[in-house]
């Protein structure tokens, strides 16, 4: 620090207003420390420290230094973090504000941007890297992409993620609001004022680190006071406004349908690394506010241009705007000797800012021939020199590219877009440049609308669909009036009438008194003609952030690419957290002229959300962690935990999967050690199983039985009360979409069953045909999903545990198979249903969930002799598959009707109404004999367990592609049957019993099957009828 | 995002409330069995995808359970109304005159 802040200037009238000259603040740039205070930006401070160059570009790696002073810098993007969990990538030095302690990196640049060994590439390659030099290169041979792939993605990247887990926290907030304000420069501050005084709810936010806009380094006079006291002024009684929500630091990133904008609210990043911890909970680092806004007020302003010229990315080279702001709110001056080049009035300010602050302007080069008004006024009294008609057409540079040395200037012909006549050179270390200004359309674009350009301002306006936007009202320079007097007054006159016809009555306000400086008219100079043709000129840079130049667009052009779109993406101009802030303008206007168009012809492309890069702590707020997603527990879930299953994820249900118990051996049982286990108890002796996450729906009504008769494929009409019957549910189409028990209650009462992942979609399928084409059926349903815990009791000693426990009298011919009785068991009232999906004796035990942890203790408090053995999801898969039981999902996959799965005894043919799937089971593709059916797969080697999905072929010595005849839906081990077994779909599979299928896999191994009945155990199903 | 009038509630709410479910006024063929192939194929298959003013069937999943009908205009994604199931749309692509475009710059204090 042997410098300490050699381009602070020292305090003086209209210098650094914004900085606390008595808090300096400590801060590192690439490992070196460096001093600033309290109210830099970490750019202006790295300005103030002389650091010229900030990063390397992104294709060339040439040395880039700050640019602009917000949100459109294209170079200065760094990554902060003094810790790995507490990196940020892509933060825009120019919007960071200083803290003690700061820690930043350049994103680009290796050892570091200063001395970087890639810029081989940018000064020997540069010349061979033209635009689509990626995709020209390195497209063949396709197999070795993978490889360029690595090494172009570690050469390029701006920034990188933490590696260690974020320690803050981020808030998501829903707001409603009558009118939301985005940005709060005086326009902004006027509208907010005029729909707040009346009452409406106001929401007024500006991503800079405080409000003012562009009033905040203006020498203006605003209602008589200077133009920052002004905002002072009107800050404080917005701030004293109940209805009033001040956010200051937050980005309007997204605007959405129907008036929905994300605001992303920066609390803590000016502060330090990491929220600060008050009263041991740590504050919410930012907040993402999901605004409802009845009427959207655009006050976003705009962005100043600079102009392409040779040389212009060397650092020194600045937007005219930003050389004032930083003067006048920082007092840092980046530089001793200007030349500014420019297209309008506004830019002068710059040049008289830089005098003031006791710099030397060497001259203007103004590209109008007559340069008038009262800012070209004040620069020729100060005795400034001014060239007029010509403009920067090349900034020279040292050797190593650091830093401007000089500005060449010529007359330039802008309409033949030649210089004329003889260049002078001027010895200068800085270049400010302004192209007149860009009106900040991006938050109108995200709603879908093209901006439209006018010629009057030289720039693109909000434009408009078809329809407008309702409630949308860019206003000030957003809207391309830069006349502030003439913004203030459309307000005043606009904008009461635009919100009484949402019946929000606004008083009148009168629009704030200003001096109307002269203006002369700017000129449209994009593109600054050299003394070489562009493709020889040195490089003049159209977008800074995705190294796009003027002979990349022209090349472009000459290589067929007409449309601006296709411009963009070939050179990849406004790309990535870009979004064209800076460059797209001046890029049309490039394609526009060699494309012999003009530039609303050639139009423009579109602006994205999000305007500015948004963390992803902010987007995902308390989203994450244990409240990602619900987890749904059945009433039984501590017993399971207690007992060590493992769990199994079913929809956002946990399942016990199997229980492994601790073997002689001292070790645990493996999966497959306890699901043999569990599946010989069941079979031997009785098992249990928490099935409380079946779907279940209540359903009442005269015309209830009529209904389900409709939805299912098969019979209901004669279904008695007591009695329960599969259901098997078809989609209009005839593909099985859900099957389940249904029970008859009472004759208008019955309870549907459903898949556990199916319950909610099943809901809403009743409802649906319910509300929209049987509205005149009365009927009505309930989930109750929740409201049953439910226990199958299994296996051959089922009946002898169960008959402990109830009143019901479990006699085989008092409680048939397919019936359902009401008592209780172990004192608590119970439904009890036998039904059988494991294809022994079982007994479905109901009780209201509440009272289920006392029951299902009582059945093991009981169950010892019987040896009662809890079994788990896997354990139930191997059973059904056994007695070849489908899962709807797993042996379907919505192109399997009933018949494909040989369930035409669960098909009402003959019932009366033309049922959900009957039409589409006459159709002549649902008749084909070849379709893929549900069969038995055997493997010859009975250690063989098929992979799940694995594909079928006839014959395996076929040439690859092979044809496919089907695949595995279902495959298994049977502990009962002492060999592996498969479900699966087979092309006329039903035809093909006793055939052999081939598997191939991908190891080279081929499985061999036959083909057998999907039933592989007790066919007649006489065990569930013991 | 849209922000949806329930008609069963008299309410706007998120669309994070409603799922969408397809082209409205789609009605099941009284007698299935006696319509033709292409007919059904028709019925389960094809839809419209119009560009301006189109007819939508919504429900308030996790509010009231009720399914509407929404008129949406597909190029600005306006909302039109939204209206009860056995209800006709007020706004229909022939009422609609696509022709003239009002403007939105009234507070720009510019007018063409």
């Not at chain 1, 350049?106 to 020997?124: C, E, F, H, Y």
């Not at chain 1, 022994?840 to 203790?857: C, G, K």
């Not at chain 1, 039903?990 to 598997?999: F, P």
């Not at chain 2, 009860?84 to 692509?93: H, K, N, W």
Request: proline fraction near 5%; charge should be negative.
């Amino acid at each position: 620090m042997s410098e300490l802040q050699q381009r602070r200037v020292a305090a003086g009238a209209g210098l650094g207003l914004e900085i606390d000259r008595d808090r300096p603040l400590a801060f590192t740039f690439n490992g070196k420390a460096y001093q600033g205070y309290a109210g830099d930006t970490l750019a202006s401070a790295l300005l103030a420290n002389g650091v010229d160059v900030v990063n390397r570009s992104f294709k060339y790696s040439r040395p880039r230094g700050v640019v602009a002073a917000g949100a459109e810098e294209p170079n200065a993007i760094v990554q902060l973090g003094a810790s790995e969990a507490t990196q940020t990538p892509n933060v825009r030095a120019t919007q960071q504000a200083l803290y003690e302690g700061l820690t930043a990196r350049s994103t680009n640049g290796w050892p570091d941007a200063q001395r970087d060994m890639m810029s081989l590439i940018g000064k020997v390659g540069g010349p061979f890297m033209p635009v689509g030099f990626y995709y020209k290169t390195f497209k063949a041979p396709a197999s070795m992409w993978l490889t360029y792939e690595k090494m172009i993605r570690k050469a390029a990247g701006l920034g990188r993620a933490p590696s260690e887990g974020d320690p803050d926290i981020y808030d998501h907030v829903h707001r409603h609001c009558d009118v939301l304000v985005i940005g709060s420069g005086p326009t902004g501050l006027f509208a907010a004022l005029t729909a707040a005084k009346s009452g409406a709810r106001v929401i007024l936010c500006d991503e800079q680190e405080r409000f003012g806009g562009s009033a905040r380094d203006s020498d203006e006079t605003l209602d008589g006071v200077p133009a920052p006291h002004w905002v002072a002024q009107i800050v404080e009684r917005l701030a004293a406004m109940d209805n009033v929500t001040l956010l200051v630091r937050t980005t309007a990133n997204g605007y959405f349908d129907h008036n929905f904008v994300t605001l992303h609210e920066r609390r803590t990043e000016h502060l330090g690394d990491s929220a600060a911890m008050t009263g041991g909970r740590r504050q919410a680092r930012s907040r993402l506010h999901r605004v409802r806004a009845r009427h959207v007020v655009l006050a976003t302003g705009a962005h100043e241009r600079p102009l392409v010229y040779a040389g212009n990315d060397v650092p020194g080279n600045l937007l005219a705007g930003a050389v004032s702001s930083w003067i006048r709110r920082q007092a840092v001056r980046p530089g001793e000797r200007l030349v500014l080049s420019t297209t309008n009035d506004t830019a002068y300010r710059a040049a008289l800012d830089w005098q003031a602050a006791g710099g030397e302007v060497v001259a203007i080069a103004d590209a109008r021939a007559n340069p008038e008004g009262a800012m070209v006024e004040r620069a020729r009294a100060a005795g400034m020199r001014i060239i007029a008609g010509s403009a920067v057409i090349e900034a020279t540079t040292d050797r190593k590219g650091h830093r401007v040395n000089g500005a060449r200037v010529a007359a330039v012909d802008i309409a033949g877009h030649r210089i004329d006549g003889s260049i002078e050179t001027l010895v200068c270390d800085t270049v400010a440049s302004s192209g007149g200004y860009s009106p900040v359309v991006h938050l109108a674009a995200h709603t879908g609308v093209r901006p439209v350009w006018r010629d009057d301002i030289l720039g693109f306006v909000p434009g408009q669909t078809v329809a407008p936007v309702k409630g949308f009202h860019p206003v000030g320079a957003a809207a391309g009036v830069y006349s502030l007097g003439m913004a203030f007054d459309a307000i005043a006159e606009h904008l009461p009438a635009a919100l009484a016809a949402d019946g929000i009555a606004l008083a009148p306000s009168a629009p704030p008194q200003l001096e109307t400086l002269a203006q002369g008219e700017a000129v449209g100079l994009y593109h600054v003609p050299h003394d070489k043709p562009t493709m020889r000129a040195p490089k003049q840079f159209v977008d800074l952030q995705n190294d796009v130049t003027a002979a990349a667009i022209e090349l472009a052009t000459i290589e067929g690419f007409e449309s601006i779109e296709h411009v963009k993406r070939y050179t990849a101009m406004g790309f990535g957290t870009d979004q064209g802030k800076l460059g797209n303008i001046n890029g049309m206007a490039i394609a526009a002229r060699c494309l012999g168009q003009t530039i609303p012809e050639t139009g423009t492309t579109v602006f994205r959300p999000n305007y500015t890069p948004v963390n992803f702590g902010a987007i995902v707020g308390r989203h994450c962690g244990e409240l990602f997603d619900p987890e749904r527990y059945t009433a039984m879930h501590q017993w399971h935990v207690e007992q060590g299953a493992a769990f199994e994820d079913v929809g956002q249900w946990k399942r016990p999967w199997y229980y492994p118990r601790q073997k002689a051996s001292g070790e645990r049982e493996t999966m497959h050690e306890a699901v043999a286990r569990e599946c010989r108890a069941v079979r031997e002796q009785v098992g249990v199983l928490d099935a409380s996450t079946l779907g279940k729906i209540d359903i009442q009504g005269p015309d209830a039985r009529e209904f389900l008769g409709r939805i299912y494929t098969n019979g209901w009409e004669k279904l008695a009360v007591g009695k329960a019957r599969y259901g098997l549910m078809c989609k209009d189409d005839g593909m099985v979409m859900d099957d389940g028990v249904t029970t008859c209650l009472a004759d208008n009462h019955f309870l549907m069953t459903t898949t556990t992942g199916g319950a909610a979609a099943i809901l809403e399928w009743l409802e649906i045909w319910h509300q929209t084409e049987w509205p005149e059926l009365e009927v009505y349903f309930t989930s109750v999903t929740d409201h049953w815990a439910t226990m199958t009791l299994t296996g051959p000693e089922a009946r002898n545990l169960l008959s402990e426990l109830t009143d019901i009298d479990l006699d085989r011919e008092a409680f048939k198979f397919m019936e359902w009785r009401e008592g209780t068991v172990a004192g608590v009232p119970a439904r009890i249903y036998r039904i059988s999906f494991t294809g022994e004796l079982s007994f479905e035990i109901n009780v209201q969930a509440n009272y289920a942890m006392p029951v299902w203790e009582a059945l093991f408090a009981h169950g010892d002799q019987y040896g009662l053995t809890p079994y788990g999801t896997e354990t139930m898969h191997v059973l059904r598959a056994e007695k070849g039981f489908i899962i709807v999902g797993q042996d379907t996959d919505g192109s399997m009707t009933p018949e494909d799965l040989g369930m035409q005894w669960c098909v009402g043919y003959n019932k009366p109404y033309p049922w959900i799937g009957k039409r589409a089971l006459t159709r002549s593709d649902t008749r084909r004999e070849d379709r893929k059916q549900l069969v038995g797969l055997k493997p010859l080697d009975a250690e063989v367990v098929l992979e799940e999905g694995a594909q079928i072929v006839l014959d395996p010595k076929q040439a690859i592609p092979m044809r496919m005849v089907g695949h595995v839906t279902s495959s298994y081990y049977s502990p009962t049957l002492d060999h592996g077994f498969a479900l699966a779909v087979v092309k006329g599979g039903h035809k093909r019993l006793g055939e052999r299928v081939y598997l191939p896999m991908a190891d080279g191994v081929t499985h061999v099957a036959e083909v057998v009945s999907s039933i592989f155990f007790d066919p007649k199903g006489q065990r569930q009828n013991l | 995002m849209f922000y949806i009038y329930c008609p069963y509630c008299a309410e706007y709410r998120e669309e994070e409330e409603f799922h969408p479910k397809g082209q409205a006024h789609i009605a099941r063929p009284l007698d299935p069995m006696a319509t033709s192939d292409d007919a059904w194929g028709d019925y389960l298959f094809f839809r419209d995808n119009p560009r301006g003013v189109h007819h939508e069937l919504w429900v308030h999943a996790v509010g009231c359970r009720k399914f509407f009908n929404v008129t949406r205009d597909t190029r600005t994604y306006a909302i039109l109304e939204t209206y009860r199931i056995g209800e006709q749309p007020s706004v229909t692509a022939d009422s609609v005159s696509t022709g003239s475009a009002a403007s939105t710059a009234t507070l720009t204090g510019v007018q063409a």
